[in-house]
């Protein structure tokens, strides 16, 4: 199950990366999927999810045995898998223009996550249940989270300036 771990922070990453280069940029042209984002709110924003991320895969890979930690992770793992559907795919579909975070999504956030997920249900560590209520509640709270960390970032910016 480590490396499955491992795998989830490796693919969170790359993913969060790849967004970071390049979800700003686009966002100035596709407002139906994205209020426009600077660098720096992105970016920060980015930067507070990956290491949340990180500290569920860490949390549950060291204390396997709260309940908890396990709902976080999976609730992780299952928003990142609907993350690459809604709002990437659908996006790119959509728009008929790439939408940054759609190959990582596709290529790592889909097959790891559910690698990892298979792996739990096969060893009786999760049931479909606990699937869709973590993914639920850590979809809501993330979706939540976003917007305030964009005004976080946009005010602890050294390049904005507001009145």
């Given at each position: 199950m480590?490396y499955?771990?491992?795998f989830?922070?490796?693919?969170?990453?790359?993913?969060?990366?790849?967004?970071a280069?390049w979800?700003p940029?686009?966002?100035q042209?596709?407002?139906?999927?994205?209020?426009?984002?600077?660098?720096?709110?992105?970016?920060f924003?980015?930067?507070?999810?990956?290491?949340?991320?990180?500290?569920?895969?860490f949390?549950?890979?060291?204390?396997?045995?709260?309940?908890?930690a396990k709902?976080?992770?999976?609730?992780?793992?299952?928003?990142?898998?609907?993350?690459?559907?809604?709002?990437?795919?659908i996006?790119?579909?959509?728009?008929?223009?790439?939408?940054?975070?759609?190959?990582t999504?596709?290529?790592?956030?889909?097959p790891?996550?559910?690698?990892?997920?298979?792996?739990?249900?096969?060893?009786?560590l999760?049931e479909?249940?606990?699937?869709l209520?973590?993914t639920?509640?850590?979809?809501i709270?993330?979706l939540?989270?976003?917007?305030?960390?964009?005004?976080t970032?946009?005010?602890?910016?050294?390049?904005?300036?507001?009145?």
């Amino acid at each position: 199950m480590e490396y499955l771990v491992i795998f989830f922070c490796f693919a969170i990453t790359l993913h969060n990366l790849e967004e970071a280069l390049w979800l700003p940029k686009w966002s100035q042209e596709a407002s139906k999927f994205q209020k426009s984002v600077s660098p720096d709110e992105f970016h920060f924003a980015v930067i507070v999810i990956t290491a949340l991320a990180y500290l569920s895969a860490f949390c549950y890979l060291y204390i396997p045995q709260s309940d908890l930690a396990k709902w976080v992770f999976v609730g992780f793992l299952g928003s990142m898998i609907l993350n690459a559907v809604f709002p990437h795919l659908i996006a790119t579909i959509l728009l008929k223009k790439y939408a940054p975070g759609l190959v990582t999504g596709l290529l790592l956030n889909i097959p790891i996550n559910s690698l990892t997920l298979l792996h739990m249900f096969e060893n009786d560590l999760l049931e479909w249940k606990e699937l869709l209520f973590a993914t639920i509640v850590v979809g809501i709270i993330l979706l939540v989270l976003i917007p305030l960390l964009f005004k976080t970032g946009k005010k602890i910016s050294p390049f904005s300036y507001t009145p």
